[in-house]
């Protein structure tokens, strides 16, 4: 599923073909509702969601033009360009929020084994407790 993000980034031409392709995908989901073959209904709405989405664009594009406003200058290009400026500076990439947790737990967990001695208590207290439980 695009996010309109990622669509703003496309140039017209590509967003033409893009639309092209998603309409041809959204028929063929319908064709296959009709047919009883669709497995999946959520990909109906979801398709149906990134045509809107491309059409949303085109018309913003097409009355920036008829503004004067050039690609670059409108508002969602600039809120998306700004985000993605803030992304590279503090070293974000589009990963999602549990994906970055899992990595996060996953490094903690490597810094606990580094951090743990290999072959068994390496402190003199604990080493003295052991002696004094035998």
Do not use: C, W
């Amino acid at each position: 599923m695009a996010t309109a993000a990622d669509i703003a980034e496309y140039d017209t031409e590509e967003l033409e073909r893009q639309l092209g392709e998603t309409r041809r995908e959204l028929f063929n989901l319908r064709f296959q509702l009709a047919t009883g073959q669709l497995d999946n209904n959520s990909r109906l709405n979801h398709v149906r969601k990134d045509v809107a989405r491309m059409l949303t664009e085109l018309r913003n594009r097409e009355i920036a033009e008829a503004e004067g406003l050039s690609f670059d200058e409108l508002p969602a290009h600039l809120a998306a360009a700004r985000r993605r400026d803030e992304d590279e500076a503090k070293g974000r990439d589009k990963s999602t929020a549990s994906e970055r947790r899992a990595a996060a737990r996953a490094e903690a967990e490597e810094e606990a084994a580094e951090e743990a001695p290999a072959d068994g208590p390496a402190d003199d207290e604990a080493a003295e407790d052991a002696e004094e439980n035998d």
